[in-house]
T-cell receptor, first 113, second 113 residues
């Protein structure tokens, strides 16, 4: 069964600090990996998308990495802001079933002043 | 602006009642999806549609029904057969067979009266 595991489940950081979120997956054959940001009570919004050949992708203060060999990805948030408080969801797509995505349970990040 | 609109934002269901959640998109996407989000879990696929007048069951279709009479619209009915309907429901759309990310609506929170 294709699975996506995220860690930690939640974390609290001080404004201005950096943090890194982890995503491990077993989806095979791999197509692409996406990170989404979901604010409370809102729908997820795409941050980055990486295919097999890409090992890093940035979107402002967000930088995602991918190691397709070890099936691991990370999302690094630099110089955190209060608006970064949200749930971050890792989503992996298989080349076999393009329509069916595997979602992680998310990491809830709380940024405090 | 192009996007996905879900309504209502909050919905309450009485025992034995069917309720319908609306999802409309003006992104000209062929594929549309319905997900259920529960605390501590990844999104789970209820139904998806890749083309007008066609739709397929996802992982947790029991107790739900959909229709796709227009490209822009993909309503979800939560029937009385769904015994645990309390959840956050998310509608999404995307360009078919591409690496483009899914675009999500802002969800409908369904609760039982």
């Amino acid at each position: 069964k294709n699975q996506v595991e995220q860690s930690p489940q939640s974390l609290i950081i001080l404004e201005g600090k950096n943090c890194t979120l982890q995503c491990n997956y077993t989806v095979s054959p791999f197509s692409n990996l996406r990170w989404y940001k979901q604010d409370t009570g809102r729908g997820p919004v795409s941050l980055t998308i990486m295919t097999f050949s890409e090992n890093t992708k940035s979107n402002g203060r967000y930088t995602a990495t991918l190691d397709a060999d070890t099936k691991q990805s990370s999302l690094h948030i630099t110089a955190s802001q209060l608006s970064d408080s949200a749930s971050y969801i890792c989503v992996v797509s298989s080349r076999v079933n393009d329509y069916k995505l595997s979602f992680g349970a998310g990491t809830t990040v709380t940024v405090r002043a | 602006d192009g996007g996905i609109t879900q309504s209502p934002k909050y919905l309450f269901r009485k025992e034995g009642q069917n309720v319908t959640l609306s999802c409309e998109q003006n992104l000209n996407h062929d594929a549309m999806y319905w997900y259920r989000q529960d605390p501590g879990q990844g999104l789970r696929l209820i139904y998806y549609s890749q083309i007008v007048n066609d739709f397929q069951k996802g992982d947790i279709a029991e107790g739900y029904s959909v229709s796709r009479e227009k490209k822009e619209s993909f309503p979800l009915t939560v029937t009385s057969a769904q015994k645990n309907p309390t959840a956050f429901y998310l509608c999404a759309s995307r360009v078919q067979n591409s690496n483009q990310p899914q675009h999500f609506g802002d969800g409908t929170r369904l609760s039982i009266l």
